[in-house]
């Protein structure tokens, strides 16, 4: 079977710094991805880990230990258009087939 | 940045009609699609793989027969839900791939349409 698990919400202040874990169990691994959702609009790409490690692009960044078949997304200085859905996803196929976590909702406090 | 467009953004059909969904990557080629369903507050549920000028590859218990999927060209999918009824109501998505992209697992979604069926 295939299984990703994430927190299903997160809450934190402003200027803070969280971390959404994501664990998986899937049949084929092509790296993890993760996507952030606002209400009510698409998905949108912001990290990709292929290999172990640490993957920075400003002020959020991800990281992945295929050992442990497990990874996290860590988002620094939180401002208040970070509330959204953050997905994490795992490659299962060569034509980039993506299998979602179910989501964790993060609201950001003032 | 790849952009990829959805058209209706919203329909709204009676039970037994068939509704008709375009997925467009307007600045790209694509030679790999992809329908997801998305049901309030949960994930997105991929559906099938729609390979330019080919066969789609369907997820499975997702029926082929109801969900006609063509990919008639590299920048044109569409989805067709075929004798609808209102359990199929859902927030339909497509996304793209950009073989031009570095990251191998990035893909472009569309705006999404939600289908209602009364």
């Known amino acids: 079977g295939q299984s990703l698990e994430q927190p299903s919400e997160v809450t934190a202040v402003e200027g803070a710094i969280v971390q959404i874990n994501c664990t998986y169990q899937?049949?084929?691994?092509?790296?993890l991805s993760w996507y952030q959702q606002h209400d009510g609009g698409a998905p949108t790409f912001l990290s990709y880990?292929?290999?172990?490690g640490l993957e920075e692009t400003g002020r959020f960044s991800s990281f992945l230990s295929r050992s442990d078949s497990y990874g996290y997304l860590l988002l620094q200085e939180l401002q208040m258009k970070d509330s959204a859905s953050y997905f994490c996803?795992?490659?299962?196929?060569?034509?980039?087939?993506?299998?979602f976590g179910k989501g964790t909702k993060l609201s950001v406090k003032p | 940045g790849a952009v990829v467009s959805q058209h209706p953004s919203r329909v709204i059909c009676k039970s037994g009609t068939s509704v008709k969904i375009e997925c467009r990557s307007l600045?790209?080629?694509?030679?790999?699609m992809f329908w997801y369903r998305q049901f309030p507050k949960q994930s997105l549920m991929l559906m099938a793989t729609?390979?330019?000028?080919?066969?789609?590859?369907?997820e499975q218990g997702v029926e082929k027969d109801k969900f006609l999927i063509n990919h008639a060209s590299l920048t044109l999918s569409t989805l067709t839900v075929t004798s609808a009824h209102p359990e199929d109501s859902s927030f339909y998505i497509c996304?793209?791939?950009?073989?031009?992209?570095?990251?191998?697992?990035?893909?472009?979604f569309g705006p999404g349409t939600r289908l209602t069926v009364l």
């Open positions: 600045d790209f080629q694509a030679t790999t």
């Open positions: 729609s390979n330019e000028g080919s066969k789609a590859t369907y």
């Open positions: 899937t049949s084929g691994f092509y790296g």
């Open positions: 880990n292929a290999l172990d």
């Open positions: 996803a795992v490659g299962r196929g060569s034509q980039g087939n993506l299998i």
């Open positions: 996304s793209a791939r950009d073989q031009e992209s570095g990251n191998y697992n990035e893909q472009f």
